[in-house]
């Protein structure tokens, strides 16, 4: 790109659009149908138009990192990438390809209708840099360093940063922690099999003992810790999912803003969590490590689907 141009966003944005439901649109059709109806629904143009563009922008860094989608010209390496993408955030100037154009469009979105969204960004890339320095090690960190990450990437930069999209106060963020981790393990659960393959591990240290997973083991079809893995993160999301319902109602949302989180976050993730106790209710009981959820703990091994 020539810097000197400007991009044509929805160009662009639809090209990663089309990028992404051609390789994995299973995966994100739903949330690409969600920003359609936002765009109806969502009080200015400018939200709407920043909600497509943020999302897009982020989605295609996040691919970068996981080898979806081709390191831009001019990177030798992800982790090169994400800390120019980092020092850009700081200082949004001069940009040197499409990326960097998309995040001034939506600092500018945000700007004309009052917030933003400088540090949630620099949160989210953090966590990207996080996972492209782990990429391809096959590494079990323990479960506060993952914590830590995901509190980074799903609490501090995506959660507080729909918070402001949707006009809330933002002091009410944290009440949003639960399901921002419920849906935290979603994904871990349902990218397991592709993450392990590239080396990306997911799976504290503790777990990783606790089940019997070793770097060498974690990959074969079938594994029985990892399914242990799985139907253990499965009961704590349950469990987060039902400490959001009750955190929630402490909050000031709007309506509109509780049914996002209900249709865009809570209930594709409790479909996934019901339908992974389907699918490893062939194991046999197994103790749960108190693990992997901060403050929340999951003690028996219930297999109740909500």
């Known amino acids: 790109m020539n810097p000197a141009q400007p991009i044509n966003t929805a ?8 990028h992404m439901l051609r ?28 909600l497509e563009s943020y999302y897009t922008l982020m989605r295609y860094l996040d691919d970068i990192v996981d080898n979806d989608a081709p390191l831009p010209r001019g990177y030798s390496d992800t982790e090169t990438c994400m800390l120019d993408k980092i020092r850009f955030a700081g200082n949004p100037t001069k940009p040197a390809d499409e990326s960097d154009a998309m995040m001034i469009h939506c600092f500018r979105l945000g700007s004309m209708f009052g917030a933003s969204f400088g ?17 391809g090690q096959d590494r079990f960190f323990s479960s506060d360093e993952l914590m830590e990450h995901y509190h980074q990437l799903d609490i501090r930069g995506t959660v507080k940063a ?20 419920a849906s935290r393990f979603f994904y871990d659960i349902r990218d397991a099999a592709d993450d392990l393959a590239k080396g990306l591990v997911n799976i504290s240290l503790e777990d990783a003992l606790a089940f019997g997973i070793t770097p060498d083991n974690m ?49 594709p993730a409790r479909g996934f969590f019901n339908k992974t106790l389907r699918q490893t209710a062939d194991l046999e009981p197994f ?11 999951v003690k028996t091994d219930s297999s109740k689907q909500i």
């Open 11 to 18: 160009t662009w944005r639809n090209h990663i659009y089309q």
């Open 162 to 181: 729909t918070v402001k999209l949707f006009n809330e106060n933002t002091d009410d963020f944290l009440l949003l922690e639960p399901l921002g981790m």
């Open 219 to 267: 990959c074969e079809p079938g594994n029985t810790g990892v399914r242990r893995w799985c139907r253990a993160q499965a009961l704590r999301g349950i469990q987060l999912l039902a400490l959001h319902r009750q955190q929630i109602r402490k909050g000031r949302f709007r309506l509109s803003t509780r049914l996002t989180f209900l249709f865009v976050y809570e209930r």
């Open 119 to 135: 540090d949630e960004t620099q949160d989210i890339l953090g966590s990207l840099l996080f996972d492209a320095r782990r990429m």
């Open 287 to 297: 103790a749960i490590p108190d693990v992997n959820t901060g403050n929340y703990l």
């Open 23 to 50: 390789t994995r649109g299973a995966k994100y059709l739903w949330f690409l149908k969600y920003l359609k109806l936002f765009r109806l629904i969502a009080k200015t143009p400018e939200r709407a138009d920043f």
